[in-house]
C-alpha cells in the first residue's frame, strides 16, 4: 500500500500564496506521474496540474503562470506553489501519484490523498 499526506493547505487573502507538499511513502518502487487535482463545491474534480518521472509539467489554463509544480524524486514528494492566488482557486486540493510497487509486476495504480483545503479571500 501506498500513503499520500498532504500539507500546506489554509487561508490566505487574494493575491498572496501558498506551497502545498505531498509525501509518498509505503510500497513504492518507482513513481509515475504526479499531479494536483481540486475540486471546489458544487463542481466536478480537475486537473491543476501534473509533473512526469522525467519533469514535463502540464497546467489547467487558468493557472499558467501563477501556479508551478515540481517533485524531489529522492524524497518521493511533490509540491504546488501557488502565487497570485485568486477566490476562484479555492477548493480542496487532492494530491494523485501513479505507482509501481514492484519491480516484478508490469502494474501500475494510481493513489489519492486526503485533500488540503485552500481558501482564498477577496
Known amino acids: 500500500q501506498v500513503q499520500l499526506v498532504e500539507s500546506g493547505g489554509g487561508l490566505v487573502q487574494a493575491g498572496g500564496s501558498l506551497r502545498l507538499s505531498c509525501a509518498a511513502s509505503?510500497?513504492?518502487?518507482?513513481?509515475?506521474?504526479m499531479n494536483w487535482y481540486r475540486q471546489a463545491p458544487g463542481k466536478q474534480r480537475e486537473l491543476v496540474a501534473g509533473?512526469?518521472?522525467?519533469?514535463?509539467?502540464n497546467y489547467l489554463d487558468s493557472v499558467k503562470g501563477r501556479f508551478t509544480i515540481s517533485r524531489d524524486n529522492a524524497k518521493n514528494t511533490v509540491y504546488l506553489q501557488m502565487n497570485s492566488l485568486k477566490p476562484e482557486d479555492t477548493a480542496v486540493y487532492y494530491c494523485n501519484c501513479n505507482v509501481k510497487s514492484s519491480p516484478y509486476s508490469g502494474r501500475w495504480r494510481d493513489y489519492w490523498g486526503q485533500g488540503t483545503q485552500v481558501t482564498v479571500s477577496s
Open positions: 509505503g510500497s513504492i518502487f518507482v513513481i509515475n506521474t
Open positions: 509533473v512526469s518521472s522525467g519533469g514535463s509539467t
